[in-house]
């Protein structure tokens, strides 16, 4: 964007100008804020970027909180958490706003990768910005995981269990790789202790990649429902002679529209901190309720629902001469093959608007399936479920693997020059 006079902030003077003949203070403003034009005709899809933002920091700051008072060990943990939401003052709003928060933070980055998916956000030249995102939500799934052990309540312990002993499963080394994550041959003191280290550490790996996905964003600019590059299109509007004619100013006009975002989200939030923070055990599951008992196993262990998907995927393949290594290909092959998303859609076009039904059809089901599979890997195994878990788990990979096909042979609709709103 080149950036001219209008909507400019000037240089300052005071404090403010002291600071940015030391710092690029008001250049960086004008470069990323002021004179950054994202496309006029990015509506609601749009918001979930910066309420993920938003919910990172929170989950930063009360993690912080509750870290003054947790005791990562195994004799202690169950009953800190216990301190904290009865004795800590306001520890039961930091505690239920962290845990809420988690589940919130992979509603909004769903909501916002299915946003990418139906804009075509993956498309050149946006393979980077997109790659840079799966590796945040990978980050993030390692974050809850880690996170997901330190109640040391009784889903904790075996959740954890059962997701170690996949490492088992690795052919030759799974046996001392499972024992090398646990610090143990089972769960004990030593994983609760590295798995909170770990989950202290990644939120700010997190900060630091989230940080470079923006400076990502900010090199080829976003896109938009129309999946137009405003950026190549007629230039000149009311702030800027250069500038896209489809842009406007990134502040004031996004940031009062995040703001307003931010503000219907933080109803919602709050709804369910205060009214709900269990939602219906999908948030807390009664069992975790329970201090973590090595020798009793609770009768049917489930991770947390943003995580069921996979697991419903895991369950659903057969083990091999008793070993589950294909199970856990197919659950990691789920994630990993987001990343090749930019080169599997060989479609002219990059938004759903104008790609043919057949694009639509197969994002439908895809979609429907990442649902279904999530209901499937909360409920307890069996026959139909298993059944029902194979048929979406083909459905979902389906997406992926036919896309080459289905984007290349359908017929698109002409893509407008401008974009509309
Ligand atoms: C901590 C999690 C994340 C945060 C805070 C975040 C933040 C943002 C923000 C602020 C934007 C610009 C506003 C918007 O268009 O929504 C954005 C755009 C984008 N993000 Fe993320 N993001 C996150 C995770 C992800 C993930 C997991 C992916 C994909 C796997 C992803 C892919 C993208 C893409 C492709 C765009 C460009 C969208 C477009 O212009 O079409 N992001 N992100």
């Not at 979930?48 to 004799?75: D, E, N």
Request: net charge positive; charged share 15%; proline share 7%.
């Amino acid at each position: 964007m080149s950036s001219d006079s209008a909507n400019a902030q000037p240089a300052p003077g005071g404090f403010l100008g002291w600071l940015d003949k030391r710092f690029p203070v008001i250049d960086t403003w004008n470069e990323h804020l002021a004179q950054y034009y994202a496309p006029k005709n990015m509506g609601f899809w749009a918001f979930f970027g910066s309420l993920a933002l938003v919910v990172l920091v929170l989950q930063i700051v009360t993690g912080l909180f509750l870290a003054m008072s947790y005791k990562p060990s195994a004799t202690e943990a169950f009953a800190s958490v216990e301190y904290i939401m009865r004795d800590v003052d306001w520890g039961w709003l930091i505690r239920y706003m962290h845990s809420t928060g988690a589940s919130f933070f992979f509603i909004l980055v769903y909501l916002h990768m299915f946003r990418g998916l139906m804009w075509g956000s993956y498309k050149k030249p946006r393979e980077l910005l997109w790659m840079i995102g799966v590796v945040i939500y990978l980050a993030m799934m390692a974050t809850a995981f880690f996170g997901y052990l330190l109640p040391w309540g009784q889903m904790s312990y075996w959740g954890a269990q059962v997701i170690v002993n996949l490492f088992s499963a690795v052919p030759g080394i799974g046996e001392s790789l499972s024992t090398w994550v646990r610090g143990d041959y089972v769960i004990s003191d030593a994983t609760l202790n590295r798995f909170y280290a770990f989950h202290f550490l990644l939120p700010f790996i997190l900060v630091g990649l989230v940080f470079v996905h923006i400076v990502a964003l900010h090199r080829v600019g976003s896109t938009n429902p129309d999946g137009i590059e405003i950026k190549k299109g007629p230039k000149g509007n009311k702030w800027s002679d250069t500038a896209p004619a489809d842009g406007i100013p990134f502040h004031p006009y996004y940031t009062v529209k995040d703001i307003m975002g931010l503000v219907a989200f933080a109803a919602i939030f709050s709804a369910v901190v205060f009214f709900t923070p269990d939602f219906h055990h999908l948030f807390l599951e009664a069992p975790n309720f329970q201090p973590a008992d090595p020798l009793k196993t609770p009768p049917h262990i489930a991770p947390v629902w943003y995580f069921t998907p996979y697991y419903a995927m895991l369950r659903a393949v057969p083990p091999i001469a008793a070993s589950q290594f294909p199970g856990v290909v197919v659950m990691f092959a789920a994630i990993l093959i987001l990343f090749f998303l930019p080169w599997l859609d060989r479609s002219p076009v990059r938004s759903m608007r104008y790609k043919g039904i057949l694009s639509k059809i197969f994002l439908a089901a895809f979609a429907v399936s990442f649902v279904v599979l999530a209901y499937l890997g909360l409920q307890p195994a069996s026959e139909l479920h298993t059944l029902l878990s194979q048929i979406f788990t083909v459905v979902y990979f389906s997406f992926f693997l036919l896309m080459p096909i289905y984007t290349k042979l359908e017929k698109t609709k002409p893509v407008p020059e401008r974009v509309t709103t």
